[in-house]
């Protein structure tokens, strides 16, 4: 089992990364409600939306940008 973060969609590609390396995958092979940010479990043939984790992450990301933004 991996793990990754959809980081962007380029036409019918979307582009993960998984372990700091960028793995670009067909769009039509992820969940149809999947959303840049999204945290994704790889499993065989088998792709799925670690909904928890893009939770943990988005409340990660705001935190870290809060702290860089303060006066």
């Known amino acids: ?3 990754g973060v959809v980081e962007r ?3 019918e590609l979307a582009v ?3 372990d700091g390396v960028t793995v670009n995958y067909p769009k039509k092979l992820l ?3 999947v959303q840049v940010g999204d945290l994704l479990i790889i ?8 909904a ?3 939770k943990r ?3 990660e990301i705001d935190n870290l940008a809060d702290e860089l933004f303060e006066e």
């Not at 499993?43 to 670690?50: A, G, K, L, R, Y």
């Open 1 to 3: 089992m991996q793990k």
């Open 9 to 11: 969609f380029k036409g």
């Open 16 to 18: 993960i990364e998984i």
């Open 31 to 33: 969940p149809k409600e």
């Open 43 to 50: 499993e065989n043939d088998t792709i799925s939306i670690d």
């Open 52 to 54: 928890d984790g893009t």
């Open 57 to 59: 992450l988005k409340i």
